[in-house]
């Protein structure tokens, strides 16, 4: 909870500053820079590690990092390990991409598929979700093969599951509601 808080305000100030800059850079940067944080093992137990100075960790990610990243991205990173806030990047970014999100009238959709969906059918879920929502879409897909077909698509709050282990799963259900009332035998 404290850290989710944190993280917020932490995003906030930074959605200020790049609002005023570079918001696509800013936002970019920080989705490459956790990524690299949470895929490289040793650069994330460098980081979190208690032990290791602070001074030490920043000049460890000034060498990873180089000029490939902003400098407003570097300095605001180099301020949570100086606060020792390192830990809170993931939520930090993902808080970020909201608020740039929203400032761009983009909403982020979630599709999950049985099978890798072609590009003309990702394209028309874009189309059907900008209807539905008014704003551009940005989706994030994957492959579940729990799914069996269809698609399962998760906008914000709200949750299209057109899949057909859902389907099979609501057959099931009203099959043993209807099984459980007393049938009407003879009746024409």
């Not at 492959?143 to 057909?164: E, S």
């Amino acid at each position: 909870m404290i850290n989710g808080s944190l993280a917020r305000r932490y995003s906030q100030a930074l959605f200020e500053i790049a609002s005023e800059t570079s918001l696509d850079s800013v936002d970019n940067d920080l989705r490459e820079l956790t990524k690299l944080v949470e895929e490289n093992t040793e650069v994330k137990n460098v980081l979190l590690h208690p032990h290791i100075s602070l001074s030490v960790k920043k000049s460890i990610m000034q060498k990873i990092l180089g000029e490939d990243f902003g400098e407003v991205t570097r300095h605001f990173f180099y301020l949570l390990i100086d606060r020792k806030r390192e830990n809170l990047l993931p939520l930090v970014q993902h808080e970020f991409t909201r608020l740039a999100d929203e400032a761009r009238r983009v909403v982020e959709a979630k599709v999950a598929s049985a099978v890798e969906l072609s590009v003309s059918q990702l394209d028309d879920l874009k189309k059907a979700i900008k209807r539905m929502t008014g704003k551009d879409v940005r989706i994030v897909s994957e492959v579940r093969a729990d799914l069996i077909g269809g698609v399962l698509v998760q906008v914000g709050d709200r949750v299209i599951d057109g899949t057909i282990a859902h389907a099979l799963k609501k057959m099931r259900v009203d099959l043993r509601r209807n099984s459980e009332r007393p049938q009407e035998v003879g009746v024409k």
